[in-house]
């Protein structure tokens, strides 16, 4: 059996379908840079991934963790925005990530993966709550 097999399939079930077309919720948050960024405030076009977090080479993954849809992936997830980083900056859109992560963690997980994008720390989830 492949190493991801056994993982659930992701279905989009339309839970985030709402959020289409909403204003960015007015928060501050620390990012990797070691200043706080309010995302409403920038004026240029941005993709921004929320993740639930990034695993760390040694440590391991919370018990049950492969079986959350979604769950399993974030470390790729970032490892192919930062691929495709240089084609989004020719489109003039910039990329972010952002979990519920401290900004430390978010600091080492940047570092190792040579993420050219900053990361933003929702660790007491004001964005989420917004």
């Known amino acids: 059996m492949a ?11 339309g839970t985030c379908n709402h959020l289409i077309g909403q204003r960015m919720p007015n928060s501050s948050l620390p990012g990797t840079c070691g200043q706080f960024i309010d995302l409403r405030k920038i004026k240029y076009r941005f993709v921004i991934y929320c993740y639930p977090m990034t695993g760390q080479p040694g440590t391991n ?3 049950g963790w492969e079986q959350i849809l979604g769950a399993r992936g974030c470390t790729p997830q970032a490892c192919s925005f930062h691929h495709l980083f240089h084609e989004l900056q020719l489109l003039n859109t910039a990329v972010f990530g952002l979990s519920t992560q401290t900004t430390a963690y978010q600091q080492e997980a940047k570092a190792r993966l ?6 933003f720390s929702d660790e007491h989830q004001q964005f989420t709550a917004a």
Not at 3 to 13: I, K, Q, S
Not at 114 to 119: A, D, T
């Open 3 to 13: 190493a991801l097999e056994y993982l659930p399939v992701l279905v989009n079930d």
């Open 61 to 63: 993954l919370p018990e």
């Open 114 to 119: 040579h993420l050219p994008f900053e990361l």
